[in-house]
């Protein structure tokens, strides 16, 4: 009896194997992903006058990665409290990242603390950074306790109780608010608080989107699913009316209604929050498009082929929010 050769069909063709495709094509998008923060700031500072700020590449990665980091986890514990809510749910569910997610956030966050370290400055040695001052001050301060949180929240992933997690993502949403609003600027307070409600609907919105996609492709057809999938959607357009008012709200108290529109064309904050929003715009297309296709379509699961359009759409809204963050705040005129 003659054994077939792994990996060669009967005709001597080479079988493909199932699922390397897919990986193929993730694969691309993520390094697509990463060159937006990589790349961004030169592009988004051309004839503005405005100086990058060293590093600004890599901080935009980092905080891309730290982003995308806590997106998954909360994505993950948001679908799986939808689910309790869903008669008939199957029992099976889709393996973890959330402790991958949370290693990938932990490193970011080091990277990011490391910066800190050296006075906002491109670390060129171990010997540069100063980790003791990072006590000394509130910005060394918010990314000690980034880096605790995903290290806390690593290790309740892999714990028998994975849903403690909440606590340790919730403590890293805090920090990102105050980071992003320093003593300095006027009302910081109401800012801070802006940021926590956009960022938390945020990701609740795209990693709940990403996990609710693998629960789909781990329970195939069923009835379960499509209800399951009707569920987040009805949830998902609270989500995007709480990040537009959020969103809309964070940028006019950084750019006043009277320059709003030239700011938009002329700094470099301003032209990428103007390509985030037009992002965001063909996301909620894309969700309205997807929500259609359930209400009305046979077979309500080809509902997935929007929405896996969707979160790819969305992760690279995670990359320039990401790179926003590297950018200088535009001037108050």
């Known amino acids: 009896m003659i054994r077939p050769t792994p990996g060669v069909s009967d005709a001597g063709e080479p079988v493909r194997r199932p699922g390397t495709g897919r990986a193929v094509a993730v694969l691309v998008l993520v390094v697509l992903a990463a060159l937006i923060p990589l790349l961004g700031p030169s ?8 100086a990058v700020a060293p590093g600004a590449g890599g901080v935009g990665l980092l905080r891309t990665v730290l982003l995308a980091a806590l997106c998954v986890p ?34 970011a966050a080091l990277g990011l603390a490391s910066f800190v ?11 540069e950074i100063d980790v003791g001052g990072l006590y000394a001050s509130r910005d060394g301060k918010l990314a000690l306790v980034e880096v ?22 919730a403590a890293v949403v805090v920090a990102e608010a105050l980071r992003a609003h320093p003593t300095t600027e006027q009302g910081q307070l109401v800012g801070s608080g802006l940021t926590l409600v956009h960022l938390t609907c945020a990701a609740l919105w795209t990693g709940g989107l990403l996990y609710a996609l693998r629960t789909l492709r781990c329970w195939g057809p069923s009835e379960a699913g499509a209800a399951m999938l009707g569920l987040y959607a009805r949830v998902a357009a609270l989500l995007l009316a709480a990040i537009t008012a959020t969103g809309v709200w964070s940028s006019l108290r950084r750019m006043p209604s009277d320059t709003v529109l030239e700011q938009l064309t002329t700094t470099a904050y301003g032209r990428v929050l103007l390509a985030k929003v037009l992002l965001v715009a063909a996301v909620a297309a ?11 379509a046979t077979d309500p699961l080809t509902a997935c082929s929007p929405a896996r359009a969707e979160v790819v759409a969305l992760g690279v809204v995670v990359a320039v929010s990401g790179l926003l963050t590297a950018l200088p705040v535009p001037i108050r005129w």
């Open 286 to 296: 894309l969700a309205l498009w997807a929500r259609i296709r359930l209400g009305r």
């Open 74 to 107: 909360v994505g993950e514990l948001f679908v799986r409290r939808l689910v309790r809510s869903v008669p008939g749910a199957p029992e099976s569910a889709p393996r973890s990242w959330a402790p991958c997610a949370a290693a990938a956030g932990f490193v």
């Open 117 to 127: 370290a050296t006075g906002n400055l491109v670390p060129g040695s171990v010997a």
């Open 148 to 169: 605790n949180a995903f290290l806390a929240a690593g290790l309740c992933a892999l714990s028998a109780r994975p849903a403690t997690q909440v606590w340790p993502m």
């Open 43 to 50: 592009a988004a500072l051309h004839d503005t006058g405005e």
